[in-house]
């Protein structure tokens, strides 16, 4: 499929890359060095760079990727996000990461799907750290890692979790999009362990049934 990335930082280039290598073809953009998104979308095969609205406008899924602050500008840049399922892997973190900026009656990607009228918005990607999607692969040792994801449209979550799999994690369906209330203080609780409590950034969470 045609997947366009907006945002090329550790997040969006290193899923993009993943994406790249499995045969979609990618657009990566919205990136403040022109020569690095050159560079990132030279790096593998069946990608190139572009514009927001390149990436939105030639692509079946769309993955923001960028800081919570320049969400409206990215969203602004995509143009028209109507009917596309946009995969929402954003965080509201506040500028200095000590917290949420928003939650409990809302989530980012709900004032995502209110800024994109019509967008297919799923949260998916928001609770593993860049390193992660940077590694060789997704395991720990035999075991694959968890992605949760959730959202309202059935179709663009049957896409999402067939783009978890090529990733490498196992996907786990949370429900409707307001379920991303919980997705996001659960990324806020990932950066607490990662950093607060120095356990680093190649931790991931595997959701274990009986």
């Not at 663009?156 to 990733?167: E, F, R, W, Y």
């Not at 994690?169 to 609780?189: I, W």
């Amino acid at each position: 499929m045609h997947i366009g990335i907006i945002g090329c930082g550790n997040v969006g280039g290193g899923l993009g890359r993943i994406w790249a290598e499995k045969g979609h073809a990618v657009t990566f953009s919205y990136s403040r060095s022109r020569e690095k998104l050159a560079a990132v979308a030279s790096s593998v095969p069946n990608a190139r760079a572009g514009t927001p609205e390149e990436a939105a406008a030639d692509s079946d899924v769309v993955l923001l990727a960028v800081r919570w602050g320049d969400v409206p500008d990215a969203v602004r840049q995509a143009g028209t996000l109507k009917d596309r399922t946009v995969i929402d892997c954003t965080n509201p973190l506040t500028p200095d990461m000590s917290g949420l900026a928003l939650g409990h009656t809302t989530s980012a990607a709900e004032e995502i799907a209110r800024m994109a009228p019509g967008a297919r918005v799923i949260k998916a990607f928001n609770t593993a750290f860049a390193q992660v999607y940077q590694e060789g692969n997704r395991l720990f040792g035999s075991r694959r890692a968890t992605m949760f994801y959730c959202g309202d449209d059935a179709e663009s979550k049957i896409v999402t979790a067939k783009l978890i799999n090529d990733v490498g994690f196992e996907p786990v369906d949370c429900g409707l999009l307001t379920s991303a209330r919980y997705l996001e203080p659960l990324a806020m609780l990932m950066i607490t362990l990662g950093y607060g409590l120095g356990m680093g950034t190649n931790i991931a969470v595997d959701l274990i049934r009986r």
